[in-house]
């Protein structure tokens, strides 16, 4: 077994059976449940508008190259500068060298998932530079040393008392203090990162092409902050973020916002494109955008994978998982975590290594049913089972026991072969695992089949 | 209930319940007969194909789909008490045998199988087999029932008709159970973690009665409960079905 499934089997192992866990979890997304409902009600027809969603962002990605690129000419005719990065280190490559230029010692940053994939905050901290989380569930994992366990809601593991915790003995701050209390003391220190902060750097939710803008969504206004309070503002944005058209946002926002949170719409929608303007009072002197592959090409190189670039992160589908929710996001291993991380993480990172994330799900379909862009998130999971047993990833006693069912399943007569006595003996050996939490399988002396024969040949 | 349809029916015993359920597909057989269905089987069927398929390997798959597309030709109506089974025949030989010269007769066979309570409420237009049981029981929607088959007002409907049978919803109803095939040996704990939350939903209702459309969720729920020791017994919709006549 590889290191990384080793890794998740002993993390989910620990995990699933955590039962203070597993009550933090069902309680933060049971409150999520409670308000997606309302949030669907704006919608005459919710699931027309996931299909026109998805419809969208298949032309998007269909001629993804011209969208892109499109986006480029106009947002760079406003002065921001793209850059084009194919891997992580590329884009980490390209951030030094700002920060250097602009000699950076303090940098502010948004929740961005892409930052987490190219693990920014670490890199920065190597070269010197400190990197402040602006999200206050960020901002939380980043004093705790954690990644976030969810791609919407960072810190959904922790209770309130958790955060108190964390926050006296970091900050110094009273253990009882209330949330209130807590993200006052937090905005607070954020709000001189600010002043200090020589370099903004955020995500981006969309990159609108016709327009050449980016556009982020959130609830805090940090992120706000981050595009326009220092001077150099860098965006770093996965290449599928692509919507064809600003005019799409009236979809999206509110399609992202219900799926995300329950909400109508967040509470900061901000559409950025480009730095400061000549006749422009505010805003950054530099902007840069970064468009990172870092894999993705792989996935739109392959025809029945590509959906899954559709994706527009609104965390519906790891709110919707039973396995997410008993196992945790951090269990996973990978930057994204839930249904969606375990289809596109084998793409992004090899299949040899992280396919066990395809085979770590009941396939019960509930991905598939809220995915707000409908992607078919499980079917997803079976297809990259499929790729990986063509490569000849299966263990060879896997490999083995479908040659075997095959041939039995194809000859009635072997079925019905050995007595139940025969198979309980068997079965139970063969699925050792199967027996120490349920018991043994008990088979009756004759199948149906042979029952069948006996009644009809007796008549 | 009427028992003059006259109908012809296939039966489709999915290879679990004909190795360790054959007690279910009898009492499918009771209830369709009392329906007015003439049933056959073909003895040589043996298995969907799902079981490969979900494990990856495809051209094992669809070697057993290619049989199972013989054994189930014709046009009878087909009849399986498993949804889980019924589901992918319905939803997954397309994938299977997408640009081949089999397309028809998958779109066909797709139409043609179908889950135990799915063909009594929505084919035959039965809702009260007239049977009964005494006690209170919760039933737990399969994920192949509720997103395969989309049933999930058929099985109540049928329960709701069972003399004595008081009938109670649990909470989050509509979660996968854990049981997920191999799965459930793979990632053990993961499933049984999965398993105890249904179980535990389960029993705060108060319910004796644990009833599905799937004995794969079943045979996983019971082992579990049975090395817990719960008071909770589970039950085939067909058995409940059978009962009490």
């Known amino acids: 077994m590889k290191e990384t499934a080793a890794n998740f089997i002993a993390k989910s192992t620990i995990k699933a059976a955590d039962k203070e866990h597993r009550r933090k979890i069902n309680f933060n997304i049971g409150k999520y449940n409670a308000v997606v409902p309302q949030g669907k009600e704006q919608f005459t027809d919710v699931q027309l508008a996931r299909e026109r969603a998805k419809n969208i962002k298949w032309r998007a990605i269909e001629a993804l190259d011209k969208q892109l690129e499109d986006f480029e000419l106009t947002i760079t005719r406003r002065g921001a500068k793209v850059i084009w990065a194919e891997d992580a280190q590329q884009a980490l490559d390209a951030i030094q060298k700002i920060c250097e230029a602009k000699g950076c010692k303090t940098l502010v940053k948004s929740k961005s998932m892409v930052t987490e994939e190219i693990h920014l905050n670490d890199f920065l901290e190597k070269i010197g530079i400190e990197s402040v989380e602006t999200d206050l569930g960020e901002y939380i994992q ?318 | 209930m009427a028992n003059s349809t006259g109908m012809n029916v296939q039966l489709f015993i999915p290879c679990f319940i004909d190795q360790l359920y054959p007690e279910t597909a009898f009492n499918m057989i009771k209830v369709l007969e009392k329906a007015g269905c003439t049933v056959s089987y073909n003895t040589s069927q043996t298995c969907c194909g799902q079981p490969a398929f979900n494990a990856g390997f495809w051209e094992e798959s669809k070697a057993v789909c290619s049989k199972f597309l013989k054994d189930f030709e014709g046009t009878d109506l087909i009849v399986a008490p498993s949804a889980s089974c019924a589901g992918f025949v319905k939803n997954y030989y397309s994938k299977l045998f997408d640009n081949s010269s089999m397309h028809h007769a998958v779109t066909e066979l797709s139409n043609r199988i179908h889950e135990f309570s799915d063909f009594m409420v929505n084919i035959l237009g039965i809702e009260n087999v007239g049977a009964s049981l005494k006690g209170k029981a919760t039933y737990h929607d399969s994920c192949a029932g509720l997103r395969e088959c989309r049933i999930k007002k058929e099985p109540r409907k049928l329960l709701a008709n069972v003399k004595g049978l008081e009938l109670t919803e649990m909470n989050d109803v509509e979660t996968c159970c854990g049981f997920g095939g191999t799965f459930a040996v793979k990632f053990e704990h993961i499933s049984i973690g999965m398993g105890e939350q249904k179980v535990e939903n389960a029993l705060a209702t108060g319910a004796e009665y644990l009833i599905s459309t799937d004995h794969s969720c079943l045979m996983h729920l019971q082992g579990y409960i049975n090395q817990k020791g719960y008071h909770l017994k589970t039950m085939h919709i067909a058995d409940v079905m059978a009962s009490g006549w």
Not at chain 1, 210 to 227: F, Y
Not at chain 1, 309 to 316: N, Q
Request: aromatic content about 8%; some cysteine; overall charge positive.
């Open chain 1, 142 to 459: 980043q004093l705790d040393g954690e990644p976030p366990y969810h791609i919407v809601t960072p810190a959904m593991h922790k209770s309130k008392e958790d955060v108190a915790r964390l926050f006296a003995e970091k900050l110094g701050t009273d253990p009882k203090a209330t949330p209130q209390q807590l993200t006052l003391t937090a905005r607070k220190i954020l709000r001189d990162k600010y002043v200090q902060a020589d370099i903004g750097v955020t995500g981006a939710n969309f990159i609108i092409s016709d327009i050449g803008g980016i556009a982020v969504t959130e609830n805090e206004g940090n992120a706000r902050l981050s595009c326009a309070f220092p001077k150099t503002h860098i965006v770093i944005a996965g290449i599928e973020k692509v919507i064809p058209s600003m005019h799409d946002l009236a979809l999206f926002w509110p399609l992202l916002s219900t799926f995300g949170t329950g909400q109508n719409v967040t509470v900061y929608n901000t559409i950025v494109t480009g730095p400061r303007q000549e006749n422009e009072k505010d805003g950054p002197e530099e902007m840069y955008v970064i468009l990172l592959d870092n894999g993705r090409t792989n996935i739109l190189a392959n025809e029945k994978q590509r959906e899954s670039l559709y994706c527009i992160r609104c965390g519906a589908c790891l709110n919707a998982c039973p396995v997410y929710k008993n196992i945790g996001g951090h269990a996973y291993g990978a930057t994204y975590s839930g249904p969606i991380g375990s289809v596109i993480t084998p793409h992004l990172r090899g299949m040899e290594e992280w396919k066990h994330l395809s085979h770590a799900s009941s396939l019960c379909g509930n991905c598939t049913e809220v995915c707000a862009v409908k992607i078919n998130l499980h079917e997803l999971l079976l297809d990259n089972r499929h790729e990986a047993a063509q490569e000849g990833y299966a263990p060879f006693a896997e490999k083995m026991i479908w040659k075997v069912w095959r041939i039995a399943m194809l000859r009635r007569s072997w079925m019905n072969m050995a007595n139940g006595n025969m198979k309980t003996r068997l079965i139970n050996k063969v699925a050792g695992s199967w027996t120490s939490h349920r018991g043994k399988l008990d088979f009756p002396q004759k199948s149906f089949n042979q029952q069948w024969k006996e009644k009809m040949g007796s008549k």
